[in-house]
Structures are given as structure tokens and as C-alpha cells.
């Protein structure tokens, strides 16, 4: 699987948007593009995945750049609840029983 | 949405004893689960894939005879840390997935906190 590059931390202040970039220049055409979250003391939670099209859910907002070398996760109004640590994974299948490799990740802390 | 769930939440044991981490897909079969374990202010490595019926598979650099697997039914897999130590003392987190879906994400527990002293 494709090795992501994350800025070790980020802040933003609450009710902003928060942008979180992710790195993955390496990146094949099919392999996807998956955002998980961790809350301090807890198991990762799944926040949302792609290809190639941007996508949006409940959560959050994913862009893909054209050439799938880089995305962006955004939290479009942040909560203190989205102070967490949050891993960009580049995975070769789309079928959910295939392990993870988790790097560094972004650690975002929310700012009253 | 899918459940996984751990058990114990916390654990705290005496150096030389076992302790056995439970983990549950509550409302669906997992044929595959994995077996991560986390330091503090470190990420998730992974240890082990669990696979119903069959023997575990070992990241390099596990012990598979001191973090024992056994995945007996599709809903349940267990590890077992053998003649822990202090240096055991760790968060342990175990995931699934429904098997052969398209399209879908790993269900994470809870973790569980290991402390051995």
C-alpha cells in the first residue's frame, strides 16, 4: 500500500472549518483513499473514503486532487468532540477484510 | 452500523500472569479480525490477522507463542497475552469487517488498556 504524509499537528478554532491534508504521491489508480479518526483512550472510527470523485457524508468532505496525489479531509463546522487524531490510509482494495497500516496521523485539537 | 466490541475495557495484571482480550462483532460474521496494539503517543502496529478456523498470522517481530489468537466462530476472536510483562502494558485494539462486501470499512473496538505490574 501506498506510504501517506500528514502534518503531525493542527489547530482550529470551533464552529471553522477544519482542512486536514494528507500526502500520497505514490498513490495507484486503484487504490483508495481512506480517513479514520481517533479519540483519545478509543478504537479508530471510519470517517469516509474515495477513489477518485470527491465525496461528502454526515461527517465529512473528501477531495481528491485530479492526479490522486493529495487529498483533503474537511470537518465543515469543527466541535470539540472532533479533537482526535485523525489517519489517512491509502489501501489497494475496496473489500473491508484486508488489514490496515495506520502512520503518524494529523493530530487536530479544537480551540474554544 | 456494524458493532465490533472488546472486553475487558481495562486490565491490570501481575507481571507472569495471562490475560485473555475478548473481542465481538456483535451483528455481523467476521471471517478475518485483526489485532493491533498501540504505546502511548504512538500509532497503531499491527500484530496479528485473525482467521476463523484456521491458525493466526503474525506481523514480523510478534511472538505468536506469547500473544496467543484463537478465532473458534465468526464472531468472536480472542488474544491472549501470555507471562505478560511490564513491558506488555500497552492499549490493545482488535477490528473487523463483514466479509466479501464491497465498498466498506473496518469496525474498530474499543480498545483495551493492558497495564501489567
Known amino acids: 500500500d501506498a506510504k501517506t504524509t500528514q502534518p503531525t499537528s493542527m489547530d482550529c478554532a470551533e464552529g471553522r472549518a477544519a482542512n486536514l491534508p494528507c500526502n500520497h504521491s505514490t498513490i495507484s489508480g486503484n487504490e483508495y483513499v481512506y480517513w479514520y479518526r481517533q479519540i483519545h483512550s478509543q478504537g479508530p472510527q471510519y470517517i469516509i473514503h474515495?477513489?477518485?470523485n470527491n465525496e461528502t457524508n454526515e461527517m465529512a468532505s473528501l477531495i481528491i486532487t485530479e492526479d490522486r496525489k493529495s487529498s483533503t479531509l474537511i470537518l465543515p463546522h469543527a466541535t470539540l468532540r472532533d479533537t482526535a487524531v485523525y489517519y489517512c490510509?491509502?489501501?489497494?482494495?475496496?473489500?473491508?477484510?484486508?488489514?490496515?497500516?495506520f502512520g503518524t496521523g494529523t493530530r487536530l485539537t479544537i480551540i474554544p | 452500523g456494524a458493532v465490533v466490541s472488546q472486553h475487558p475495557s481495562w486490565v491490570i495484571c501481575k507481571s507472569g500472569t495471562s490475560v485473555k482480550i475478548e473481542c465481538r462483532s456483535l451483528d455481523f460474521q467476521a471471517t478475518t479480525m485483526f489485532w493491533y496494539r498501540q504505546f502511548p503517543k504512538q500509532s497503531l502496529m499491527l500484530m496479528a490477522t485473525s482467521n476463523e478456523g484456521s491458525k493466526a498470522t503474525y506481523e514480523q517481530g510478534v511472538e505468536k507463542d506469547k500473544f496467543l489468537i484463537n478465532h473458534a466462530s465468526l464472531t468472536l476472536s480472542t488474544l491472549t497475552v501470555t507471562s505478560a510483562h511490564p513491558e506488555d502494558s500497552s492499549f490493545y485494539i482488535c477490528s473487523a469487517s463483514a466479509p466479501g462486501t464491497v465498498n466498506t470499512e473496518a469496525f474498530f473496538g474499543q480498545g483495551t488498556r493492558l497495564t501489567v505490574v
Open positions: 474515495g477513489l477518485k
Open positions: 490510509i491509502v489501501r489497494l482494495t475496496n473489500f473491508g477484510n484486508e488489514k490496515l497500516t
